[in-house]
């Protein structure tokens, strides 16, 4: 559909030419791109409604789900950034070890039985992880706290915690900090905080001053025993 609206938009500019038709066809595709929007987010509304979505708090963007059974399921977590571009797909995979690969009882509107339907399990998108822009995620993949998925990648593996992962098949690239690190800053749970301690702790979440914010973790561990 994307592919058609480009050409049409290309086409009705031509015809307009110039300088014109530039605006022109900037109007036209605010247009369409505010319909895809509300398209999106109307299935992704959908798609929450009935469980086979669920979006943590603060979690913002507007990933792409393509979902071919009532089972198919992702679930992400707080504070997440999703780029522009990411694909989930938590099942509709093919068989490979049979004739024929395509989904003959899909397509012809005939009874789907258990050995027909394929997926991995759910998808699942710890805390504080970024999507990066154009990425897709497949079944039974889950996302560790703080992970960072590169832009374009398809992700077929795990993501351990605040890993850095890219390619096709995306493998890892690097890791945001050391082990140790990140086994504290995972363990603080920082993301289930009151907002209102999140925000005026904000100079502090937004430096590199890693160390400093865990003594911070540990005084308030401290308060709280």
């Not at 098949?169 to 990140?182: L, Y």
Request: charged share 20%.
């Amino acid at each position: 559909m994307k592919g058609k609206q480009t050409v049409a938009m290309a086409g009705l500019a031509e015809l307009v030419g110039g300088g014109a038709g530039s605006r022109l066809l900037g109007r036209v595709g605010k247009v369409v791109s505010a319909l895809e929007t509300r398209g999106q987010v109307a299935k992704i509304g959908r798609l929450v409604a009935s469980g086979q979505l669920a979006i943590g708090t603060h979690t913002y963007g507007l990933p792409t789900v393509f979902v071919s059974h009532p089972e198919d399921r992702v679930s992400i977590g707080r504070y997440c950034s999703i780029a522009p571009g990411v694909v989930f797909i938590p099942g509709g995979l093919h068989q490979l070890g049979t004739v024929s690969t395509f989904p003959f009882r899909m397509r012809w509107g005939i009874e789907v039985v258990d050995s027909t339907v394929r997926r991995h399990g759910p998808i699942i998108v710890e805390d504080d992880v970024w999507l990066c822009m154009g990425s897709t995620i497949l079944s039974g993949v889950r996302i560790g706290t703080g992970g960072v998925v590169a832009a374009g990648a398809v992700v077929v593996e795990d993501v351990e915690p605040y890993q850095i992962v890219g390619g096709i098949p995306a493998r890892p690239i690097g890791e945001r900090f050391d082990r140790s690190t990140a086994a504290a800053l995972a363990g603080s749970r920082w993301w289930e905080w009151p907002e209102a301690e999140i925000r005026r702790i904000l100079p502090l979440m937004e430096s590199g001053r890693v160390v400093e914010f865990l003594a911070y973790v540990d005084s308030r561990a401290a308060n709280d025993a």
